[in-house]
């Protein structure tokens, strides 16, 4: 039974993922900063595991007792919507240590097994900000550009050794709890200055009618892992394909 590991599994894509990949009979290693079985089935191929992606000793706790891997999700992430202005750089650093740097650990973790076995797939989350400027999002839309970049260099080594790597870029999904949970962890302090503009930009998504589903992410995910001719980038949600065409991407 093949086996995959995700991170980030509290909440939103993660648990969706975890859930796809257990219909489909995969065993999976769902891991979370605090693990909880909530919204996820009780079921055998089930495990669940702590795992915080900015700590070197969870990381190497976390793998060892998960056993030898197929597949690895690189999904906890977190967002901060504010123009620069209003951002604390603190607040951008540890961004970026969670979204680029424990991506980045996780994979280097899991690339020894995977190159010795020349076999494995790596699936980054990034998002389809990266594919059109917006404003309120220079922090994070640069730290998912970073993932494209790492995985797309990287994916050129790792495929010497027959083990793929591949990215996933969701839309804008509401209805999970990254909106909220950027707002707690990173502030939102929009400078006066900006008020109205932010404001009216904000409106501007309330009111977008194509949007991202975390089953749309789920599918998109389920097939950059098991389909080998899958493209290295794979837009999810409807919003993520129309901006990819409009980026002149190939539809995927
Ligand atoms: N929702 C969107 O509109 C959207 C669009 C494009 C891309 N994305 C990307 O999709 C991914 C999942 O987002 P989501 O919408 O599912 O948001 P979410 O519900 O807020 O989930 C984010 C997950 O990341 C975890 N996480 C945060 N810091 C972590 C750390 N240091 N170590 C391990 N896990 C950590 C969170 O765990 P805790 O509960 O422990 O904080 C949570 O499980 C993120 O990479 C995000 O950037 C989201």
New binding site residues.
């Given amino acids: 039974m093949p086996r995959i590991l995700i991170?980030?599994?509290?909440?939103?894509?993660?648990?969706?993922i975890a859930a796809r990949f257990l219909d489909e009979g995969w065993e999976v290693i769902a891991?979370?900063?605090?693990p909880a079985t909530d919204g996820l089935p009780n079921l055998d191929r089930l495990r669940i595991l702590s795992?915080?992606?900015?700590?070197r000793l969870?990381i190497e706790a976390a793998l060892a007792e998960a056993g030898p891997i197929d597949a690895l999700v690189?999904?906890?992430?977190?967002?901060m919507l504010n123009v620069l202005e209003g951002a604390e750089i603190d607040k951008a650093r540890e961004l970026f240590?969670?979204?680029v740097l424990?991506t980045m650990a996780m994979t280097q973790a899991v690339m020894p097994a995977m190159r010795q076995r020349r076999n494995g797939v790596i699936v980054n989350?990034?998002?389809?900000?990266t594919l059109r400027p917006l404003p309120a999002l220079s922090i994070?839309s640069a730290?998912?550009a970073a993932?494209n970049a790492f995985t797309e260099s990287f994916a050129l080594e790792a495929a010497e050794f027959g083990v793929r790597a591949r990215l996933v870029?969701?839309?804008?999904?509401?209805?999970?709890?990254?909106?909220?949970?950027?707002v707690t962890?990173m502030g939102m302090d929009v400078p006066d200055a900006y008020g109205s503009f932010v404001q009216a930009y904000f409106q501007s998504l309330r009111n977008a009618t194509e949007k991202?589903s975390?089953l749309d992410?789920a599918n998109a995910v389920w097939r950059a892992v098991t389909d080998v001719n899958a493209p290295m980038m794979l837009p999810?949600?409807a919003d993520?394909e129309a901006l990819y065409r409009e980026a002149g991407r190939c539809a995927a």
């Avoid at 991170?7 to 969706?16: D, H, M, V």
């Fill in positions: 991170t980030g599994c509290s909440s939103g894509f993660g648990r969706a891991t979370m900063r605090t795992l915080d992606v900015t700590q969870s690189n999904n906890a992430g977190v967002g240590d969670i979204n424990g989350i990034s998002s389809s900000v994070y730290s998912k993932v870029l969701p839309g804008s999904a509401p209805e999970t709890s990254f909106g909220k949970n950027a962890r991202t975390a992410v999810a949600g993520a």
